[in-house]
């Protein structure tokens, strides 16, 4: 698997290699050969994710992380050579802002960014009857596989 990230405002190492180990997870759970699989990763500013936010999605607010699929299903993934899935948009600032809040470490909230968008581009859809609980699911089957439960906020 090759996941290309951007350098600007790239988190460290520990981060970026525990994003690796959540899409081999992602991978091996829809059954996708994770050796044919290339996904690109770019961290940007809340101002950035805000215009992708309104030019994409016609909504003008800051947004957590964007996903643009290669595929509109993983039945549409060619049977050989390189399986491009797509590109994720993280903004790293809002999400941790959102680790705060949430009263969780900003790893476990970039790390879950990642694997919500890995979900959608293997096909995932939040917006439909059901999607929202399976994708939940799954999302946090993998965080615990990664050790990063989510944690209670301590009142």
Same mark, same amino acid.
């Given at each position: 698997m090759e996941i290309v990230?951007?350098?600007?405002?790239?988190?460290?190492?520990?981060?970026?290699?525990?994003?690796?180990? *959540? *899409?081999?997870?992602?991978? *091996?759970?829809?059954g996708v050969d994770s050796e044919r699989v290339m996904v690109s990763v770019t961290f940007v500013s809340r101002e950035e994710i805000k215009e992708l936010n309104t030019l994409y999605r016609n909504i003008n607010e800051i947004?957590?992380?964007?996903s643009f699929p290669q595929y509109e299903n993983p039945g549409q993934f060619p049977s050989q050579g390189t399986i491009l899935l797509g590109d994720v948009v993280i903004c790293t600032e809002q999400a941790l802002l959102q680790a705060d809040d949430f009263g969780h470490s900003p790893e476990r909230e970039l790390v879950y960014l990642f694997v919500?968008?890995?979900?959608?581009?293997?096909?995932?859809?939040?917006?439909? *009857?059901?999607?929202?609980?399976?994708?939940?699911?799954?999302?946090?089957?993998?965080?615990?596989?990664l050790r990063l439960p989510r944690e209670e906020m301590e009142q």
């Open positions: 990230f951007s350098d600007g405002r790239k988190p460290g190492k520990p981060i970026l290699t525990k994003m690796y180990e *959540a *899409a081999g997870l992602c991978l *091996a759970k829809k947004t957590d992380v964007l919500h968008s890995m979900l959608h581009l293997l096909g995932y859809d939040h917006g439909e *009857a059901g999607g929202k609980k399976d994708m939940r699911e799954f999302e946090e089957s993998v965080m615990e596989h």
